[in-house]
């Protein structure tokens, strides 16, 4: 008789579980199946091959020869699947790790404390990049980005908050008494050229500048502020390490702007990286709690 359905998949390993195991009650036991379930799956596949597969004997049951070369079939595709399947988990456990970081928040806070989690981790490669604004993961192979909120947000992304985005005016300790005097350069960044606007809005009598200098990020900003060639109205985070060495201050502290940075990751991250991608994440946020 000639076979007249392609056979299940299912069917085809009930029966493979049934042929090495020797028995239909123990096939039903590994598969979480009944008795009766694996029963009607090996008539099944034997009705769609059109050949008997299992016969009884005795009290129990006996593979036929053509029962016997599928089962062997069987176990060889299966064990070929399972090999791939640690192949590719191991490759994706092994592979670096790729933080994608906005540049100044790279530049001033992370890579100075990168040190501390290769020393907790030193089995993880992490690779770092820096980009801004939203990201295609596949496109920038990251695993994980860290960006200030201030895009939408893909229903794809998981995202974890990191801080919350304080603003304030910093400056070398030399330039304090011209700020308050309201006889200083502001320094801003192109990308927030309103930042200033926004900020003295908030509050009519706040130090208002005499001249105002653009440049291109917040690091190198940050830096010229911190080399007495103006005050920069920074992040809290970009002055952070220089507010405590005393290399800047902060006279009026620092105020909430609405935005936050977050760590943001993609759903279709590859298992086999997940407990390094918990690691770094895990790090982050207790870094940022020190922040």
């Known amino acids: 008789m000639k076979p007249t359905r392609r056979p299940s998949l299912n069917d085809l390993r009930a029966f493979e579980a049934v042929a090495r195991l020797g028995s239909m ?87 100075p404390r990168l040190s501390a989690f290769q020393d907790r981790h030193p089995e993880i490669e992490l690779h770092l990049s820096v980009g801004g604004g939203p990201l295609d993961f596949a496109r920038d192979q990251a695993t994980l980005a860290l960006r200030r909120l201030d895009f939408p947000v893909h229903p794809d992304w998981i995202i974890t908050p990191l801080m919350a985005e304080n603003m304030g005016p910093v400056m070398a300790p030399s330039l304090l008494p011209a700020f308050l005097a309201g006889d200083f350069v502001a320094l801003s960044s192109r990308t927030r050229p309103r930042a200033w606007d926004d900020w003295l809005a908030q ?81 982050l946020v207790d870094a940022a709690a020190d922040a």
Request: net charge positive; glycine share 8%.
């Open 25 to 111: 009650r123990a096939a039903a036991d590994e598969l979480a199946l009944t008795h009766g379930a694996v029963s009607r799956r090996v008539a099944k596949l034997a009705d769609d091959l059109g050949l008997p597969l299992v016969e009884p004997a005795g009290r129990g049951l006996r593979v036929t020869a053509g029962g016997q070369l599928l089962a062997s079939t069987m176990q060889r595709a299966l064990a070929l699947i399972h090999d791939t399947i640690d192949t590719l988990q191991t490759r994706d456990a092994q592979r670096p790790l790729v933080l994608s970081c906005e540049r100044s928040v790279a530049m001033r806070w992370l890579i």
């Open 203 to 283: 509050a009519p009598g706040r130090p208002a500048p005499r001249a105002r200098r653009s440049l291109d990020h917040h690091f190198l900003m940050v830096e010229a502020a911190a080399a007495g060639l103006g005050v920069a109205l920074s992040p809290r985070i970009l002055a952070l390490d220089d507010l405590r060495s005393g290399r800047l201050v902060a006279p009026l502290d620092f105020a909430p702007d609405g935005s936050g940075y977050a760590l943001i990751e993609s759903r279709a991250t590859p298992a086999g990286a997940a407990p390094a991608l918990a690691a770094l994440k895990q790090w």
